[in-house]
């Protein structure tokens, strides 16, 4: 038996704060997560394809909490990016002239750290999945 989608939609949903889900029904929440979770797949499952084979509901293979925790991840890149490029954040960005503490600008610029943050963290979660699937043989590197 695989890993279920429920189990790595459960993991996102405890790793991010999202009012606008308890206005989804529960399969409107599920398929948006799942829409998260195949553009995160999109990026990491590169790194071992027959590891993320998926049915529909699940994975036929079992998933690890190292696994899920890199999807999971790469799913909170994914959910941020509709508020980085967002037309009414660049809509304040251009009409703005207050340049405040709290102004859309600083909202912007820390959106966009946030966004870098998360996706470093993604890319350096993938890069040693990676490297830990490496084996050493006769002193070369295969994978």
Same mark, same amino acid.
């Given at each position: ?7 790595? =939609? ?5 790793? /991010? ?48 909490? $190292?696994? =899920?925790?890199? =999807?999971?991840?790469?799913? /909170? ?31 912007? @610029?820390? =959106?966009?750290?946030?966004?870098? $943050?998360? @996706? ?17 043989? @006769? ?5």
């Amino acid at each position: 038996m695989g890993t279920p989608y429920t189990e790595v =939609i459960d993991n996102f949903s405890k790793m /991010i704060t999202e009012y606008k889900l308890t206005e989804l029904s529960e399969e409107e929440r599920d398929g948006w997560m799942t829409a998260l979770m195949n553009s995160a797949l999109a990026k990491f499952q590169r790194t071992n394809p027959e590891k993320f084979v998926r049915d529909g509901t699940e994975f036929e293979n079992e998933l690890d909490d $190292l696994e =899920i925790d890199i =999807i999971c991840n790469l799913m /909170i890149v994914e959910w941020l990016k509709p508020y980085l490029f967002s037309v009414d954040n660049l809509e304040n960005l251009m009409t703005t002239k207050d340049w405040a503490e709290y102004s859309p600008a600083n909202l912007l @610029r820390q =959106i966009r750290e946030t966004y870098d $943050l998360a @996706r470093l963290q993604s890319k350096n979660m993938v890069k040693n999945y990676t490297y830990t699937l490496r084996k050493y043989k @006769r002193g070369e590197w295969y994978d």
